[in-house]
Protein backbone atom coordinates (compact mmCIF):
# COMPACT_ATOMS: atom_id res chain seq x y z
CA UNK A 1 0.00 0.00 0.00
CA UNK A 2 0.81 3.31 -0.66
CA UNK A 3 3.10 5.19 2.58
CA UNK A 4 1.40 8.33 2.23
CA UNK A 5 -2.19 6.54 1.80
CA UNK A 6 -1.17 4.30 5.03
CA UNK A 7 -0.30 7.34 6.98
CA UNK A 8 -3.48 9.58 6.79
CA UNK A 9 -5.37 6.20 7.29
CA UNK A 10 -3.18 5.63 10.43
CA UNK A 11 -4.49 9.54 11.42
CA UNK A 12 -7.90 8.60 10.70
CA UNK A 13 -7.91 5.47 12.98
CA UNK A 14 -6.04 7.67 15.54
CA UNK A 15 -8.42 10.16 15.41
CA UNK A 16 -11.47 7.96 15.65
CA UNK A 17 -9.98 6.39 18.62
CA UNK A 18 -9.74 9.34 20.19
CA UNK A 19 -13.42 10.17 19.95
CA UNK A 20 -13.90 6.76 21.47
CA UNK A 21 -11.94 7.36 24.83
CA UNK A 22 -13.39 11.22 24.65
CA UNK A 23 -16.66 9.55 25.26
CA UNK A 24 -16.35 7.20 27.76
CA UNK A 25 -14.47 10.20 29.43
CA UNK A 26 -17.49 12.09 29.24
CA UNK A 27 -19.78 9.30 30.20
CA UNK A 28 -17.89 9.50 33.99
CA UNK A 29 -17.55 12.84 33.55
CA UNK A 30 -14.33 13.18 33.90
CA UNK A 31 -12.24 16.28 33.84
CA UNK A 32 -10.58 17.67 30.42
CA UNK A 33 -7.18 16.43 31.63
CA UNK A 34 -8.52 12.91 32.11
CA UNK A 35 -10.50 13.43 28.93
CA UNK A 36 -6.97 14.21 26.68
CA UNK A 37 -5.39 11.06 28.74
CA UNK A 38 -8.29 8.60 27.90
CA UNK A 39 -8.31 9.41 24.13
CA UNK A 40 -4.82 9.36 24.26
CA UNK A 41 -3.88 6.19 25.43
CA UNK A 42 -7.45 4.54 23.39
CA UNK A 43 -5.71 6.32 20.41
CA UNK A 44 -1.96 5.19 20.67
CA UNK A 45 -1.97 3.14 23.48
CA UNK A 46 -2.05 -0.27 20.84
CA UNK A 47 0.54 1.05 18.67
CA UNK A 48 3.00 1.99 21.54
CA UNK A 49 2.98 -1.48 22.83
CA UNK A 50 2.77 -3.24 18.88
CA UNK A 51 6.44 -0.95 18.18
CA UNK A 52 8.16 -1.49 21.04
CA UNK A 53 7.49 -5.43 20.87
CA UNK A 54 8.65 -5.01 17.19
CA UNK A 55 11.85 -3.09 18.06
CA UNK A 56 10.79 0.21 15.76
CA UNK A 57 11.90 2.48 18.51
CA UNK A 58 11.25 5.45 18.84
CA UNK A 59 7.82 4.67 18.49
CA UNK A 60 5.48 6.37 16.04
CA UNK A 61 4.10 9.56 17.72
CA UNK A 62 7.56 10.12 19.22
CA UNK A 63 9.03 10.61 16.14
CA UNK A 64 5.66 12.11 14.14
CA UNK A 65 4.29 14.64 16.79
CA UNK A 66 1.38 15.49 14.33
CA UNK A 67 -0.26 12.37 16.30
CA UNK A 68 -0.48 14.04 19.10
CA UNK A 69 -1.83 17.41 17.61
CA UNK A 70 -4.50 14.90 15.71
CA UNK A 71 -5.57 13.38 19.32
CA UNK A 72 -5.28 16.95 21.26
CA UNK A 73 -7.71 18.52 18.64
CA UNK A 74 -9.86 15.73 18.06
CA UNK A 75 -10.54 15.41 21.93
CA UNK A 76 -10.76 19.52 21.97
CA UNK A 77 -13.56 19.56 18.88
CA UNK A 78 -15.36 16.60 20.50
CA UNK A 79 -15.52 17.89 23.79
CA UNK A 80 -17.18 20.90 22.45
CA UNK A 81 -19.51 18.82 19.73
CA UNK A 82 -20.88 16.00 22.19
CA UNK A 83 -21.68 19.01 25.22
CA UNK A 84 -24.60 20.55 22.57
CA UNK A 85 -26.77 17.45 22.25
CA UNK A 86 -29.25 16.63 25.18
CA UNK A 87 -28.13 13.24 24.53
CA UNK A 88 -25.58 11.34 22.98
CA UNK A 89 -27.37 7.92 21.00
CA UNK A 90 -25.71 4.51 22.88
CA UNK A 91 -24.43 3.28 19.67
CA UNK A 92 -22.09 5.67 19.09
CA UNK A 93 -19.25 4.86 21.31
CA UNK A 94 -19.06 1.29 20.06
CA UNK A 95 -19.60 2.26 16.58
CA UNK A 96 -16.91 4.76 16.66
CA UNK A 97 -14.65 1.97 18.46
CA UNK A 98 -15.25 -0.39 15.70
CA UNK A 99 -14.31 1.97 13.24
CA UNK A 100 -11.09 2.59 14.86
CA UNK A 101 -10.42 -1.04 15.48
CA UNK A 102 -11.06 -2.20 12.35
CA UNK A 103 -8.28 0.21 11.05
CA UNK A 104 -6.04 -0.48 13.19
CA UNK A 105 -5.93 -3.97 12.92
CA UNK A 106 -5.22 -3.39 9.32
CA UNK A 107 -2.60 -1.29 9.98
CA UNK A 108 -1.24 -3.22 12.71
CA UNK A 109 -0.47 -5.98 10.41
CA UNK A 110 0.75 -3.98 7.41
CA UNK A 111 3.66 -2.57 9.70
CA UNK A 112 4.27 -6.10 11.56
CA UNK A 113 4.90 -7.50 7.91
CA UNK A 114 7.52 -4.65 7.40
CA UNK A 115 9.71 -5.98 9.84
CA UNK A 116 9.18 -9.58 9.86
CA UNK A 117 7.94 -12.36 7.83
CA UNK A 118 5.37 -14.39 10.01
CA UNK A 119 1.72 -14.40 9.16
CA UNK A 120 1.05 -15.23 12.79
CA UNK A 121 3.13 -12.52 14.25
CA UNK A 122 1.53 -10.11 11.85
CA UNK A 123 -2.24 -11.41 13.14
CA UNK A 124 -0.59 -10.92 16.96
CA UNK A 125 0.56 -7.75 16.55
CA UNK A 126 -3.25 -6.88 14.22
CA UNK A 127 -4.29 -7.88 17.59
CA UNK A 128 -2.34 -5.53 19.60
CA UNK A 129 -2.85 -2.79 17.84
CA UNK A 130 -6.24 -2.84 17.81
CA UNK A 131 -7.19 -3.74 21.35
CA UNK A 132 -4.20 -2.51 23.28
CA UNK A 133 -5.35 0.48 23.50
CA UNK A 134 -9.14 0.35 24.46
CA UNK A 135 -7.63 -2.53 26.76
CA UNK A 136 -5.67 0.59 28.64
CA UNK A 137 -8.88 3.00 28.42
CA UNK A 138 -11.51 0.54 30.13
CA UNK A 139 -8.41 -0.19 32.93
CA UNK A 140 -8.19 3.15 33.13
CA UNK A 141 -11.87 4.19 33.64
CA UNK A 142 -12.23 1.02 35.90
CA UNK A 143 -14.34 -1.07 33.44
CA UNK A 144 -13.63 -4.72 32.18
CA UNK A 145 -12.23 -4.64 28.53
CA UNK A 146 -14.09 -5.48 25.82
CA UNK A 147 -11.25 -8.04 24.68
CA UNK A 148 -12.05 -9.64 28.05
CA UNK A 149 -15.75 -10.39 28.20
CA UNK A 150 -17.64 -12.47 25.91
CA UNK A 151 -18.62 -10.29 23.35
CA UNK A 152 -16.79 -11.02 19.79
CA UNK A 153 -13.69 -8.29 19.84
CA UNK A 154 -11.03 -10.07 19.20
CA UNK A 155 -12.18 -12.70 17.68
CA UNK A 156 -13.01 -9.91 14.80
CA UNK A 157 -9.31 -8.78 15.13
CA UNK A 158 -8.22 -12.04 14.90
CA UNK A 159 -10.22 -13.10 12.07
CA UNK A 160 -9.54 -9.45 10.42
CA UNK A 161 -5.88 -9.86 10.70
CA UNK A 162 -6.04 -14.18 8.97
CA UNK A 163 -8.03 -12.54 6.28
CA UNK A 164 -5.00 -9.93 5.39
CA UNK A 165 -2.11 -12.39 5.67
CA UNK A 166 -4.43 -15.28 3.37
CA UNK A 167 -5.14 -12.30 1.16
CA UNK A 168 -1.44 -11.88 1.00
CA UNK A 169 -0.46 -15.33 0.15
CA UNK A 170 -3.05 -15.59 -2.26
CA UNK A 171 -1.24 -13.08 -4.26
CA UNK A 172 -3.41 -10.03 -3.88
CA UNK A 173 -1.68 -6.51 -3.25
CA UNK A 174 -1.13 -4.92 -0.22
CA UNK A 175 -4.22 -2.39 -0.46
CA UNK A 176 -7.00 -5.25 -1.55
CA UNK A 177 -5.64 -7.22 1.65
CA UNK A 178 -5.99 -4.30 3.56
CA UNK A 179 -9.06 -3.16 2.61
CA UNK A 180 -9.99 -6.55 2.97
CA UNK A 181 -9.25 -7.04 6.73
CA UNK A 182 -10.55 -3.63 7.48
CA UNK A 183 -14.06 -4.50 6.32
CA UNK A 184 -14.16 -7.80 7.58
CA UNK A 185 -13.18 -6.53 10.84
CA UNK A 186 -15.44 -3.77 10.77
CA UNK A 187 -18.27 -6.04 9.35
CA UNK A 188 -18.16 -8.75 12.45
CA UNK A 189 -17.74 -6.03 15.19
CA UNK A 190 -20.94 -4.27 14.10
CA UNK A 191 -22.34 -7.45 13.61
CA UNK A 192 -21.55 -8.61 17.01
CA UNK A 193 -22.83 -4.91 18.21
CA UNK A 194 -26.29 -5.42 16.55
CA UNK A 195 -27.22 -8.62 17.35
CA UNK A 196 -24.95 -9.39 20.99
CA UNK A 197 -23.03 -11.85 19.34
CA UNK A 198 -20.76 -13.45 22.13
CA UNK A 199 -18.63 -16.53 22.47
CA UNK A 200 -18.90 -19.18 24.76
CA UNK A 201 -18.40 -18.30 28.64
CA UNK A 202 -16.20 -20.57 30.48
CA UNK A 203 -17.02 -21.09 34.52
CA UNK A 204 -16.03 -23.82 36.80
CA UNK A 205 -18.68 -25.29 39.11
CA UNK A 206 -18.09 -25.04 42.63
CA UNK A 207 -19.38 -28.12 44.50
Known amino acids: ?38 GSVTAIGGGTIR ?32 RRPK ?17 FVGIGVEKALMFQDSAMVAVIMGVITGCGGGIIRDVLAREVPMVLRSEVYATA ?25 VLSTLVIRLAAIRWHLSLPTFALNRP
Open 1 to 38: MDSMLLYIIDLFGTAIFAISGVLLAGRLKMDPFGVAVL
Open 51 to 82: DMALGATPVFWITDTTYLWVIFTTCLLTMIVV
Open 87 to 103: RVAWWILPVCDAIGLAV
Open 157 to 181: CILGGVVHTSALSLGYDNSTAFLAC
